[in-house]
């Protein structure tokens, strides 16, 4: 008897994963590239371009702040990914906006790091909320242990106090 959880099935799942984040992208790039700031400035001449949200208490050890880790070589892997598998114009580097910033909801796709160190201001929580209920996309990268999830889904409980 063949069991469902194949090495060949579980092969597979990291790149429909990928497949799935990849089309997600894609299609709000096109979206992102019919909207305006609020200043009127127009968007970034690429059709898609990452946001990734600063916290707080950003502080990390080092040289970087929590949020930065891995900045900015996860960008240029995933941007290298959409360039190579779509036909999407990809940024290089990303935006970093924190989550009250009014020019977050330019940015369909929003990457968080280290989110098992998080803590959101209430105004922050608040523009996230909205951001998200607009239809923004949130990609939480990070989470070691039991711990930092708890960190993370605090946080969201504060971002949708009425939701699990």
């Known amino acids: 008897m063949k069991q ?15 497949a799935a984040l990849l089309a997600a992208a894609a299609g709000l790039a096109l979206a992102q590239n019919a ?5 009127g400035d127009s968007l970034p001449r690429q059709e898609f371009q990452i946001a990734r949200l600063i916290d707080s ?6 040289r970087r702040p ?3 880790i891995d900045y900015p070589e996860a960008e240029h892997h995933f941007t290298q990914g959409i360039r190579r598998l779509t036909r999407v114009d990809a940024a290089s580097d990303s935006i ?6 009014p020019r977050l ?10 989110v098992g160190r998080w803590y959101l201001l209430q105004e922050e929580a608040d ?15 990070d989470f070691h242990g039991t711990y930092e999830l708890e960190v993370f889904l605090e946080s969201m ?8």
């Open 4 to 18: 469902s959880g194949s090495p060949n099935r579980l092969r597979l799942r990291p790149l429909l994963v990928l």
């Open 35 to 39: 909207q305006r700031r609020a200043g």
């Open 57 to 62: 208490l950003g502080h990390g050890g080092g």
């Open 66 to 68: 929590w949020w930065a």
């Open 96 to 101: 970093h906006l924190r989550g009250n910033d």
């Open 105 to 114: 909801f330019d940015y369909p796709w929003l990457f968080a790091q280290q």
């Open 127 to 141: 523009g996230l909320r909205e951001y998200l209920l607009r239809g923004g996309f949130l990609v939480a990268d």
């Open 157 to 164: 409980r504060r971002v949708f106090p009425d939701h699990e």
